[in-house]
C-alpha cells in the first residue's frame, strides 16, 4: 500500500466469472476486490440476481447488446455494481448501482446529479482497458458468432 494524500492505495485483484444473460444480451462479470478479501459468494449471488430482475421488468434495456458487467468490493461492505454495454460500435454505456452494507439488501440505482460526475476509479479503469483491446478487436472482425465467442472469451485476470 502507497499513502497519497487522503487515501492509502492499494492493488486489487480482478476475477472473471460466468458470462450473464439478461434477455438477449451476453455480459462477461467480472469481480474487483482485493486478493485477501475477495466478492463473497452470496453478494455476487444478490448481483447476479438484481441484474437478472432490472432486466426482466425493463429497468435495464440491454436486449441484443454485449458487454460487461463489474462487481466492486469497495471497503469492507459497499459494492458497486456496474453493467456496461456497447453501443452504436464504438460507445461505451453504464448504469451504476450500489449496496451498502448489512442495512441495505439490496442493490439500488445511483443518482448521479450535476454535469461534473464520477466515473470509474482506477482499479475498474484496470479492467476496461482489457475490455477496450477486446472490443476494439471485435470491431476489426468479422463481426460473427465466432467473434462474439471470442469477445465473450477474452477476459482478464489479475492485478488492477
Given at each position: 500500500?502507497?499513502?497519497?494524500?487522503?487515501?492509502?492505495?492499494?492493488?486489487?485483484?480482478?476475477?472473471?466469472?460466468?458470462?450473464?444473460?439478461?434477455?438477449?444480451?451476453?455480459?462477461?462479470?467480472?469481480?474487483?476486490?482485493?486478493?485477501?478479501a475477495?466478492?463473497?459468494?452470496?453478494?455476487s449471488?444478490l448481483?447476479?440476481?438484481?441484474?437478472?430482475?432490472?432486466?426482466?421488468?425493463?429497468?435495464?434495456?440491454?436486449?441484443?447488446?454485449?458487454?460487461?458487467?463489474?462487481l466492486h468490493?469497495?471497503?469492507?461492505?459497499?459494492?458497486?455494481?456496474?453493467?456496461?454495454?456497447?453501443?452504436?460500435?464504438?460507445?461505451?454505456?453504464?448504469?451504476?448501482?450500489?449496496k451498502?452494507?448489512?442495512?441495505?439488501?439490496?442493490?439500488?440505482?445511483?443518482?448521479?446529479?450535476?454535469?461534473?460526475?464520477?466515473?470509474?476509479?482506477?482499479?475498474?479503469?484496470?479492467?476496461?482497458?482489457?475490455?477496450?483491446?477486446?472490443?476494439?478487436?471485435?470491431?476489426?472482425?468479422?463481426?460473427?458468432?465466432?467473434?462474439r465467442?471470442?469477445?465473450?472469451?477474452?477476459?482478464?485476470?489479475?492485478?488492477?
Amino acid at each position: 500500500m502507497l499513502w497519497h494524500g487522503r487515501a492509502m492505495h492499494r492493488r486489487k485483484y480482478a476475477r472473471p466469472g460466468p458470462v450473464l444473460a439478461l434477455k438477449g444480451a451476453s455480459l462477461k462479470w467480472y469481480e474487483i476486490a482485493p486478493a485477501e478479501a475477495p466478492v463473497p459468494a452470496e453478494i455476487s449471488a444478490l448481483a447476479r440476481s438484481f441484474l437478472e430482475r432490472e432486466a426482466e421488468r425493463g429497468a435495464m434495456k440491454v436486449e441484443g447488446e454485449q458487454g460487461f458487467v463489474l462487481l466492486h468490493r469497495c471497503g469492507e461492505s459497499f459494492y458497486f455494481l456496474l453493467p456496461c454495454t456497447w453501443r452504436n460500435g464504438n460507445e461505451l454505456w453504464e448504469t451504476v448501482y450500489a449496496k451498502d452494507g448489512p442495512g441495505s439488501p439490496d442493490f439500488a440505482i445511483v443518482p448521479l446529479h450535476g454535469p461534473h460526475r464520477p466515473t470509474y476509479c482506477v482499479w475498474e479503469l484496470g479492467v476496461i482497458q482489457r475490455e477496450q483491446q477486446a472490443w476494439d478487436s471485435y470491431l476489426f472482425s468479422q463481426g460473427d458468432d465466432a467473434a462474439r465467442t471470442e469477445y465473450l472469451r477474452a477476459g482478464y485476470e489479475g492485478p488492477v
